[in-house]
């Protein structure tokens, strides 16, 4: 049963500390979106990599936030440093990277900073 | 710019009504694609239903069916014979087919089936 796996799936962490979440895309889907969840904004789109290249990442926080993918199997999502603000729910989602395909997103990694 | 407007906040109905969830998009795109997400308390978002501009056909799925129309840019969903099991928030979403695959969300409708 292919699915995207995310970690951890609940964080809690002081202000100032780096956050690193971590998402393993289907094996084989190119395509990873990163997407942040709030009560206020909703389900926003922070940044997307195809084949290991980032296409956009206007919608995330340059001065704190940050996106890679090391490898076919791994992308991170790094905060430094954390504020209050950035508690949210995090969701990576990938995709084949042809048209006709859905994204299938993971469970997701809460985000508490106090 | 797109965006996707879910204009219901909340709905809560008893076990077994029908119910229908109002999504509706803009774009200026002539080619796109739109999407049904759930997400039941446990959290994850689970995809329902994609459909492309280019079919205007309505789908049905068990007791899940979709009524696309391009004329009103509206794509809602409706429940027959609803379940407690149906409770979640149910997402609109929309994504260009020219370029990446990435999503514009609605703000969701949260609907709670009562026994």
């Known amino acids: 049963d292919a699915r995207v796996t995310q970690t951890p799936r609940h964080k809690v962490t002081e202000m100032g500390q780096e956050v690193t979440m971590r998402c393993q895309p289907i094996?084989?889907?190119?395509?990873v979106f990163w997407y942040r969840q709030t009560m206020m904004q909703g389900l926003e789109l922070l940044a997307y990599?195809?084949?290991?290249?980032?296409?956009?990442d206007s919608g995330m926080p340059k001065d704190r936030f940050s996106a890679e993918m090391p490898d076919a199997t791994l992308a991170t999502l790094k905060i430094q440093p954390s504020e209050p603000r950035d508690s949210a729910v995090y969701f990576c989602?990938?995709?084949?990277?042809?048209?006709?395909?859905?994204?299938?997103f993971g469970q997701g990694t809460r985000l508490t900073v106090v | 710019a797109q965006k996707v407007t879910q204009a219901q906040t909340e709905i809560s109905v008893v076990e077994k009504e029908d119910v229908t969830l109002d999504c509706v998009y803009e774009?200026?795109?002539?080619?796109?694609?739109l999407f049904w997400y759930k997400q039941p308390p446990s959290g994850e978002l689970v995809f329902l239903i994609r459909?492309?501009?280019?079919?205007?056909q309505n789908e049905i799925s068990g007791r899940y069916s979709w009524n696309f129309q391009k004329s009103t840019s509206s794509f809602n969903f409706t429940i027959t014979a609803s379940q407690v099991v149906d409770s979640a928030v149910y997402f609109c979403?929309?994504?260009?087919?020219?370029?990446?695959?990435?999503?514009?969300f609605g703000q969701g409708t949260r609907l709670t089936i009562n026994p």
């Open positions: 989602a990938s995709a084949a990277g042809n048209m006709n395909t859905e994204a299938f």
């Open positions: 094996l084989g889907h190119n395509t």
């Open positions: 990599f195809r084949n290991r290249a980032p296409l956009d």
């Open positions: 774009t200026r795109d002539t080619t796109y694609y």
């Open positions: 459909r492309n501009s280019f079919d205007e």
């Open positions: 979403a929309l994504s260009l087919i020219q370029g990446a695959q990435k999503l514009v």
